[in-house]
């Protein structure tokens, strides 16, 4: 049976492995990217692991994308069903959700994507 | 047995403790750094105009953006003179007429006049309010088969109501009049950077430290981003718009382009675009492109966003050689010039913020 100091020892570890999880996403940063389009057309590339809130308006009224250390998610859209928020998180490449009714998708890309993503803006 | 165990474990944590409380400090850190970045995209001024704030606050910064987004609306409806009741149409409506007498108008037009002149001034007159006679002409908005190239008759008849000097601005009552029946005000060289001012300065007022308007390509950049780097911009190929020719590092600087590459038509090999000389009547071919940064100082923090626009017409216009000229005359403003051959141009202070790319 486990002792006193074994089970301290073992939450000790645990608190730790879950307090460690911002130090290895800010050492390092995963190279991952979402492409936001609306109506397959892409509006915008953004770096997964920021906190983001991100507005979009779709065909329907303004859908709002929040990203954040699990990933990125719709959590507002005019669509009837709110199927899309319901859908959570998405985080790995290829991962897509679709609000058809507002004509908005977000799709993560790889790192492949990464220069395009370099500047912040664009002036043209 | 049982003590030789709790030996051990405490000698165990002896060394794991500090890891563990180092690590949590560590997240305590992070989490309280955590910066927030709210971005908001809405159709304004005939662009996409987007606005992203960054700071710890997502009510605050989420508010600061959608009163951001009512400024620029209230300056649409006073300066956009394709809105039937804008100031500027009434303006229009009343000069058409040859009405001569004075005319009040809102300290936001006088502003945005006042400054035009100012380019206009100095540029010999490349920058003109008063070419919009010509852009109805060449209707660079219509599409398709409606595109022609005007007749030389019909640019000179036009051209007789292209001055600036026409119109008469009276600061003491805030008021603008013109002699001349037929003289018609465009504010659109200018217009989209003066939303964007207006902008920055309601979120200012709410204390946004660190943020960036973009008007279509038009920004005022607020600050650094949280952290301190600056803002990297990418400068687009004005032949390839897949492709970035530089990267500007900027911090609290407005910065504008303007391209003959936006609206465009090929006739006989031959481009003709939305930039018009007003000297002419024609499209300005004496640049590609022309990227202007003007730097926020103590003296000039009001209304750059509209200066570098107007300014980018006016380089644009002029051309490299006299181009260069002028930004080097204003403080704190730097150019880069895409010329007509495709060489690049730029004023002795870029070489400080670009990256140029392959």
Redesign the interface.
Known sequence: MF????K??II??I??SA?????IR?FFPGEKYVSIEVLGEE??VVRLG????????GISGESIIRFDEFGARFVESPSSYKKCIGAGYVKDVGDVIHCEENGVTLRVIGSGRADRA??????? | MKIVKALKAKSILKYILPVIIVVILFSIWHFQRKIITVTKTRLVLGTVVEITVQGKNRGLLSDAVSAAFLRISEIEKIADRNTVDSEISKLNSLAMLGESKKIPVSRETLEMLNLARGVSESSGGAFDITVAPLVDLWNFKEGGQNRRIPEKGEIRERLKFVDYRNVIIDKSDNSISSDLAGIKLDLGGIAKGYAVDEAVLVLRGFGVESGVVNAGGDMAIIGNKVGGSPWVIGVQDPRDANKLIALLSLEDVSVVTSGDYERYFIHNEKRYHHIIDPNTGYPSNESISVTVIVKNTAKNKAKNTALADALATAIFVLGPEKGLELAESIDSVEVLIVGPSGKTFATKGVIDIIEYLD
Do not use: G, M, N
């Open positions: 002792t006193k100091w074994d301290i020892l000790a570890l608190v730790a307090a460690s999880y911002p130090a800010h509006i915008k920021l906190h983001k809130e991100i507005s979009v308006r370099k500047p912040d803006f664009i002036t043209r």
